[in-house]
T-cell receptor, first 112, second 115 residues
Framework: DGGITQSPKYLFRKEGQNVTLSCEQN?????MYWYRQDPGQGLRLIYY???????QKGDIAEGYSVSREKKESFPLTVTSAQKNPTAFYLC???????????FGPGTRLTVL | AQSVAQPEDQVNVAEGNPLTVKCTYS??????LFWYVQYPNRGLQFLLK??????LVKGSYGFEAEFNKSQTSFHLKKPSALVSDSALYFC?????????????FGTGTRLKVLA
């Protein structure tokens, strides 16, 4: 899992509540990514950021929001607009000029 | 549209036998291809990548992958499987249409190595 931490490991929330997932890296990587993993669907890109104060929507950004105020941090907020938020969320980072992504250990979100 | 496909949900192989996990791709331009492995309730770990050069790419833990341009495939291989290789394997490709470093992952193949 390298120098990427995600917290918490497990998260439970009631339907209708917003929740923020933390992702921090000490690898001095420029680019950071958020993916959602569901059984049988692989990883789907939610948001990504190539530099501080800039980010782009991925394939399934609806119902999610992010910020990139610091190079080390890329928090993901799952809003009440996300229809089916229960999933395993993975954060990744990489050096901007290379293709190898380093993944965090993931956060399993369960919405009750 | 650019995509990557892993046609097998699960592959079973006996310990000591060679293993192959299949991946095919569809991209415009030159492909940038990757394999990652995921152990239960963990993040993904990088195994190997093909950018250019030799068609046979060697990676971590004794894995290798063969790039075949005519068949648009990038199959993951290992000459002798270990029980500890049992995990979920993902093939990925860089999306070269976006102009950014954005990646498309396959649905994953679960490898089960039987003792």
């Amino acid at each position: 899992d390298g120098g990427i931490t995600q917290s918490p490991k497990y998260l439970f929330r009631k339907e209708g509540q917003n929740v923020t997932l933390s992702c921090e890296q000490n690898l001095n990587h420029d680019a950071m990514y958020w993916y959602r993993q569901d059984p049988g669907q692989g990883l789907r890109l939610i948001y990504y950021s190539q530099i501080v104060n800039d980010f782009q929507k991925g394939d399934i950004a609806e119902g999610y929001s992010v910020s990139r105020e610091k190079k080390e941090s890329f928090p993901l907020t799952v809003t009440s607009a996300q229809k089916n938020p229960t999933a395993f969320y993975l954060c990744a980072s990489k050096i901007s000029s290379t293709d190898t992504q380093y993944f965090g250990p993931g956060t399993r979100l369960t919405v009750l | 549209a650019q995509s990557v496909a892993q046609p097998e949900d699960q592959v079973n192989v006996a310990e000591g036998n060679p293993l192959t996990v299949k991946c095919t791709y569809s991209v415009s331009g030159n492909p940038y291809l990757f394999w990652y492995v995921q152990y239960p309730n963990r993040g993904l770990q990088f195994l190997l990548k093909y950018i250019t050069g030799d068609n046979l790419v060697k990676g971590s833990y004794g894995f290798e992958a063969e790039f075949n341009k005519s068949q648009t495939s990038f199959h993951l291989k290992k000459p002798s499987a270990l029980v500890s290789d049992s995990a979920l394997y993902f093939c990925a490709v860089r999306d070269t249409t976006s102009g950014t470093y954005k990646y498309i992952f396959g649905t994953g193949t679960r490898l089960k190595v039987l003792a």
